[in-house]
């Protein structure tokens, strides 16, 4: 059984490292679809919000529904990367920036079929020892969101279809192992047939919600930090030696997103299991506000300064991610786990298009050196909230 479960993380890991390349896929050559598609600059916040857009129409049909609940996950989430691959791959096609953004809000949809999915189907294969089986989960998650950033490192002198193509591709793979390979859970929870009782109940149950509010904190720096530190690496490092090469920018972004995200996330679940969910979260979005306050004073200095501090944010903005879904699975009844996963998610990502479009309009005003010092609030509340769930951990162990 232990033998299977890790057999069967390692299958749902490399899933998710595949489909969740589709998330990036189009944020990493946005000056090449700008130009494409004759778009102004000021498209590329909407752009990189396109898929959050579909992912939060997608989480709230799911959650609405409770789909993850009544249906087989492991069908939902082969069903969906394919999907999402097919889609994602149309984009080398269009010639329009309004289909483009509609193909990647598709996207996004089916992403929601992806990652919430994923979470389910490991909460049925581990009943426990979940926190390090999910902060293994969210750094597979975490270097396939990340994986576009090292393609195109390499292809992006060629055509920026290669890294479409390449992204779809890895959703295939993706697909094909949760169809052929993955096998269903042993113990699975009751299917529900669909009630908007079950929405109610998630929001009734403060332990739940508490652990939500800490999650939304979270989320409102995640994304924004994933979006636009690569941006912002991209201004500091010319700024300070116009000479430097692209890719010596693709990869720091990489390794501070995906790398350092990918330890983050498991490091994190190794010591949540140890600690308490609650701490771990307190102790990583500390961490995460500190760098979002500081790493604006190292704009256009040492590149190798910048690069410390990013890649130390880069682990804690991520290390708490896992533990808040597997708060939520612990805290809620297990008949409508999937829908409080999803529930959960789908108000996170809908936060995280408010903070992914503020930054640019921020970063007019005050420049790079003080725009992320607003990401810090998310953290802050997150703390605050997290504070008052330790009691309900401590209480149910």
Request: a positive charge; charged letters at 10%.
């Amino acid at each position: 059984m232990i033998q299977g479960s890790w057999r069967a993380l390692l299958w749902i890991g490399l899933s998710q490292l595949c489909a969740l390349s589709l998330w990036y896929s189009a944020s990493v050559i946005a000056p090449e679809l700008i130009e494409n598609w004759n778009l102004s600059s000021n498209s590329e916040a909407w752009l990189s919000a396109a898929v959050p857009i579909g992912f939060v129409i997608g989480a709230l049909f799911s959650s609405y529904f409770g789909i993850a609940d009544r249906f087989n996950p492991r069908k939902i989430l082969a069903l969906s990367a394919l999907l999402g691959a097919l889609l994602n791959v149309l984009l080398i096609t269009v010639d329009s920036g309004f289909f483009g953004i509609l193909l990647r809000i598709l996207t996004g949809i089916t992403l929601a079929g992806v990652y919430p999915i994923a979470v389910k189907i490991i909460s049925e294969w581990f009943p426990r020892k979940r926190g390090l089986a999910m902060g293994i989960l969210i750094a597979a998650l975490t270097l396939g969101s990340s994986l576009p950033h090292f393609i195109v490192m390499f292809f992006s002198s060629v055509n920026w279809k290669i890294v479409i193509i390449c992204s779809s591709v890895l959703a295939l793979v993706s697909s094909f192992i949760v169809s052929f390979i993955l096998e269903d859970a042993p113990v699975k929870s009751k299917k529900l047939p669909f009630s908007l009782k079950v929405i109610k109940k998630v929001v009734m149950n403060k332990p739940v919600m508490l652990a939500n509010y800490g999650y939304f904190g979270h989320m409102w720096e995640l994304y924004a930090v994933w979006t636009w530190l690569p941006a912002f690496l991209t201004a500091s490092f010319l700024t300070y030696s116009p000479e430097i090469p692209h890719w010596f920018i693709a990869l720091s972004s990489f390794v501070s997103i995906g790398i350092a995200g990918g330890i983050g996330s498991v490091v994190g679940g190794v010591i949540s299991d140890k600690i308490g969910r609650a701490n771990l979260t307190i102790l990583s979005m500390f961490i995460s506000a500190i760098c979002s306050i500081i790493i604006g004073f190292t704009f256009g200095q040492f590149i190798w300064v910048t690069l410390i501090i990013s890649i130390i944010w880069g682990v804690s903005v991520i290390a708490d991610s896992a533990q808040f879904s597997a708060a939520v699975s612990e805290i809620a009844d297990v008949e409508y786990v999937g829908t409080a996963l999803t529930f959960q998610m789908c108000i996170g990502f809908l936060i995280t298009i408010f903070s992914i479009n503020l930054i640019p309009i921020i970063q007019r005003i005050v420049g790079w050196e003080w725009v992320f010092s607003i990401l810090a609030i998310g953290p802050i509340v997150g703390m605050i909230t997290m504070v008052k769930f330790r009691r309900y951990e401590f209480n149910k162990k």
